[in-house]
């Protein structure tokens, strides 16, 4: 009982810090309101704020302690600076929820429900693969050992040197960092807080992309969520989106596959229909939270560059070649600093 009521302190203590990280981008960009987008933008804000401190913490053998302390300081600070700004859109947030059934209808209840059940099968399912046995190894190593990655999660012993696949992603630490916080066992944490977590904001970034491709239709968006979901379920095969949403949600490798590319597609309408400011904004927080999330992340190049590039030739437009490019950074930094481990050129010691 006491372990499930820190799970769910967890997700909703996680869950307001996305919140809030994403309401105050929205209002330092100066975008409207909107809690599912505020969510979203978080999500990937804050996990492009922690892959850039992370890392290098990581490298420079910070105990987990330490590190946690410090990011707990930086949450409490963000969110005091939310609470400032964004007291007053919250409270009116708040009066106009007799609005949104208004918008919705009864699509809002099967869109809920839809989400529940992913959220329910998520939660209970039990995966033992080799990369289960590592997404939560590596949470439980550093967690009681107090270190960073500096175990090997398979067979427990200190690692002369860190495997250059896993140190420059930091989604494992991140649940570490919420255990040691507010001591949720590694594998609720990793496998249930964080996997319904992802399915959430998955479906809310399925929800954006919805009200874009039919014009700010709501309940349309709301069939969206529900059709995407029949889709996953019925593409069950171990390379399908479908099947690491439902049975990997966990794993850094599904967060590419249903939050990051999805989000680069959902950037990629937003600049078909020109609104391109705060479109650069996201698909640059994108492509740095997916390096965060798993190595795998190289394949944004292709996604990013599939999304946009069709679209600056149709429109000869050179100049946004840039925006293009620097949106690329993340991954290419990633490739460079991978290839320089694997090729000897770049050593990091562990012990």
């Known amino acids: 009982m006491i372990e499930l009521m820190r799970a769910g302190c967890g997700f909703c203590l996680q869950f307001l810090v996305f919140f809030v990280f994403g309401s105050v981008l929205m209002k330092t960009l100066k975008m409207k309101q909107d809690s599912s987008m505020a969510v979203i933008l978080g999500y990937l804000l804050y996990f492009s704020i922690f892959e850039l401190i ?9 105990p987990l302690h330490a590190f946690s302390v410090c990011w707990g300081i930086l949450l409490i600070v963000v969110w005091g600076i939310g609470t400032v700004l964004m007291r007053k859109q919250w409270a009116a ?20 429900a839809v989400i529940v059940f992913q959220c329910v099968v998520v939660a209970l399912y039990q995966d033992t693969t080799a990369d289960a046995a590592y997404y939560v190894g590596t949470v439980s190593t550093s967690v009681y050992t107090g270190t960073m990655c500096r175990y090997n999660p398979y067979t427990g012993s200190l690692l002369k040197e860190f495997e250059e696949r896993y140190v420059f992603s930091g989604y494992p630490m991140h649940n570490a960092v919420w255990c040691e916080l507010l001591g949720i066992h590694p594998i609720v944490q990793s496998k249930t807080v964080m996997s319904v977590m992802n399915v959430l904001v998955a479906n ?7 009200k874009s491709l039919f014009d700010n239709n709501k309940k349309k968006a709301d069939m969206m969520v529900c059709f995407v979901c029949l889709l996953q379920l019925f593409t069950n095969t171990i390379y399908t989106s479908g099947t690491f949403f439902f049975t990997r949600a966990y794993e ?15 950037c990629s309408i937003w600049f078909w229909k020109e609104e391109e400011r705060n479109m650069w904004i996201m698909l640059f927080l994108s492509s740095l939270s997916a390096v965060c999330f798993s190595g795998s992340s190289i394949i944004l190049l292709a996604a990013i560059a599939a999304g946009i590039f069709p679209m600056l030739w149709q429109r000869k437009n050179v100049k946004k070649v840039i925006p293009l ?9 990633y490739f460079l600093l991978y290839y320089g481990t694997k090729t000897g050129w770049f050593v990091f010691h562990a012990s």
């Not at 992370?54 to 910070?62: E, G, I, K, Q, S």
């Not at 609005?99 to 099967?110: A, T, Y």
């Not at 850094?252 to 959902?266: D, Q, R, T």
């Open 54 to 62: 992370v890392v290098p913490m990581t490298l420079l053998w910070v």
């Open 252 to 266: 850094g490798k599904s967060l590419l596959a249903n939050i990051a590319i999805p989000a680069v597609l959902y």
């Open 93 to 112: 947030q708040c009066l106009k929820i007799s609005e949104v059934w208004k918008e919705h209808s009864w699509m809002l209840l099967l869109a809920a």
């Open 204 to 210: 809310l970034i399925i929800y954006q992309i919805g």
């Open 325 to 333: 490019c620097i949106c690329m950074i993340p991954e290419v930094l």
